[in-house]
């Protein structure tokens, strides 16, 4: 794609760096084909290739407006048209730079910057959320049915974390909504290791992992966190022979992952950002190498994949082959590329697309009439679970 991408931008890394990503871009439309706002709306705005139009607009020196600002709001940042460029497109990252852009010329009104704001500091306040969670758990029957779907059942925490010293070890970080939402998802991750010999470290200073404010485009907070959670686990990484970092939400892995970027001009964690983006493992990923000693269950399950773990991570049936290697009976189902709706905070954002995609999402996975439904991320887990009445786990679960 040929640009004249404005000096204003230009000079800037974030511009350079989007200059040549768009110069990748061969506006071919494949994007659009598996992208699941398009499908929905059917306007190329409300597709990547149109998104990125509206982004290099901008970057040529058009003045985005509202209307701009809503198309890319839309946008599930699921990636499934990575997956699906054959120029090897980074939308993601171009999407960030239009989002950022944005931001600093389109202002939202009052009530959307106030809702959005309460958003982030709702859902990164763990005791206030946990809390919040527990009076709306014990009133969700006298609610009304709308609200009802949304809150999910309270889950006691039934396992231990183990304890046993292994000579390897991991950081496995626990996720900051997981806990409150469903807190034997890491205790189940953290008993796996140890079948397998490996030691899950718990450091507690760390916090969210940074994505929530990262897509609500609060970049000083994002970074703030990011650095936290470094700083959080550096004297592990220089104490103890760490192999990995790890989580089990894939939606925080890709963020972890992206460290790096984030962090890439800052002089003074710029390197340790490199170091800690490259340690990230999935689960999944290191579980797949080791040899693991279950009793699969003779129910059928439906994997459903994260688009973060498929897209993002590009884990695209690492866990199904595993879960099929063990016995697990694994029941396919039609557009397993294509996002469930949750995307984070894109359940509360962008409600009624989000609604539309969990609909299609569950028709199809229960066309097929499985006994229970997994996946590898809270989000998802979450988003699911209250669209259906058949269970949805984290696969981890089915492990201990």
């Not at 989002?99 to 704001?117: H, M, T, W």
């Not at 970074?223 to 004297?235: F, Q, R, V």
């Not at 905070?345 to 962008?350: A, E, F, G, L, M």
Request: aromatic share 6%; charged share 20%.
């Amino acid at each position: 794609m040929r640009t004249s991408i404005s000096s204003n931008y230009l000079n800037k890394s974030t511009g350079a760096e989007a200059e040549r990503i768009l110069r990748n871009c061969v506006h071919c439309g494949f994007c659009n084909a598996t992208c699941p706002t398009y499908l929905l709306l059917g306007d190329e705005l409300d597709g990547p290739r149109g998104r990125i139009y509206l982004i290099k607009n901008m970057l040529e020196g058009e003045t985005p407006t509202a209307k701009t600002q809503l198309h890319l709001d839309r946008c599930l940042t699921c990636r499934s048209c990575e997956t699906t460029c054959p120029s090897g497109v980074e939308y993601g990252r171009l999407l960030d730079i239009g989002r950022e852009l944005v931001a600093d010329q389109v202002k939202r009104s009052p009530g959307q910057r106030l809702f959005r704001f309460s958003l982030r500091k709702f859902l990164l306040n763990t005791k206030l959320f946990a809390g919040s969670l527990r009076i709306a758990q014990a009133f969700k029957s006298i609610l009304p049915r709308r609200f009802q779907q949304n809150i999910p059942l309270r889950t006691r925490s039934t396992l231990v974390w183990p304890v046993t010293p292994h000579q390897r070890k991991i950081i496995l970080v626990e996720g900051c909504v997981q806990t409150a939402l469903q807190p034997d998802i890491d205790k189940a991750a953290a008993i796996v290791f140890d079948k397998v010999g490996i030691q899950s470290l718990r450091i507690k200073a760390a916090g969210c992992c940074g994505s929530i404010s990262h897509h609500a485009d609060a970049r000083k907070e994002t970074l703030a966190y990011i650095k936290t959670n470094i700083d959080a686990w550096w004297p592990a990484l220089e104490s103890e022979p760490v192999e990995a970092i790890c989580m089990t939400a894939s939606g925080c892995g890709v963020m972890i992952k992206d460290y790096a970027h984030l962090l890439r001009e800052d002089p003074v964690y710029a390197a340790r950002a490199e170091k800690v983006s490259a340690l990230y493992r999935d689960p999944g990923e290191i579980l797949a190498k080791e040899n693991i000693k279950t009793t699969a269950t003779d129910k059928r399950i439906a994997f459903h994949p994260p688009c973060t773990l498929q897209h993002g991570l590009k884990l695209d049936g690492v866990i199904e082959t595993l879960l099929s290697s063990m016995g697990f009976e694994l029941v396919a189902f039609r557009d397993k590329h294509l996002c469930c709706g949750s995307a984070g905070t894109y359940s509360i954002t962008q409600k009624q697309l989000s609604t539309r995609l969990l609909e299609n999402k569950l028709s199809a996975i229960e066309t097929n009439a499985p006994d229970l439904i997994v996946t590898a991320n809270i989000g998802c887990q979450t988003h699911l679970q209250s669209g259906t009445n058949t269970p949805v786990r984290h696969w981890l679960e089915l492990l201990v």
